[in-house]
């Protein structure tokens, strides 16, 4: 038998509506890339990282804390240099950079690790089942390899 806090954290961390749209948005992307419509895959997806990080900025700003801003800016401004980096050099630092995206996504459910920046609640759990199936998807089509 679980204990009441176990369950606690399973419930807080499941997939729910927000990981499932999550998901599907990524395999709907997956299925764009695959159409052949994207004439250059890995650039779309330095270029989808580098947007996706700049998100949490524009919370940052609704919270209205400089801190907060300060924060988010320089996180994403990393993740805009890796996307850069694995455009550049070696696209499989795009995926990496989509899987540690989530864990960022991760520190900010329920404000923890103290990243504060207030946002609406279902927004962590979307962004990071997102990241994760976005980086799976990003190794399995073998984009890896493209450059």
């Known amino acids: 038998m679980q204990s009441q806090d176990s369950e606690d954290a399973g419930r807080r961390f499941a997939l729910g509506r927000p990981g499932t749209v999550g998901l599907l948005l990524a395999c709907a992307v997956a ?15 330095a270029l989808l990282l580098s947007a996706i990080t700049w998100i949490y900025v524009g919370f940052a700003l609704q919270d209205g804390r400089g801190s907060a801003v ?44 103290g990243v504060g920046t207030s946002l609406p609640a279902w927004y962590p759990r979307f962004c990071a089942v997102y990241d994760v199936a976005h980086a799976v998807l990003f190794v399995a089509l073998g984009t890896t390899n493209a450059a």
């Not at 993740?79 to 989509?98: K, S, W």
Request: no cysteine.
């Open 70 to 113: 300060v924060v988010e800016a320089i996180v994403a401004f990393v993740f805009f240099v890796a996307a850069l980096l694995g455009l550049v050099y070696a696209p499989y630092l795009i995926a990496a950079a989509f899987a540690a995206h989530a864990l960022w996504d991760v520190l900010h459910h329920d404000g923890a690790a």
């Open 31 to 45: 299925v764009l890339l695959v159409s052949g419509i994207v004439p250059s895959p890995v650039t779309f997806h």
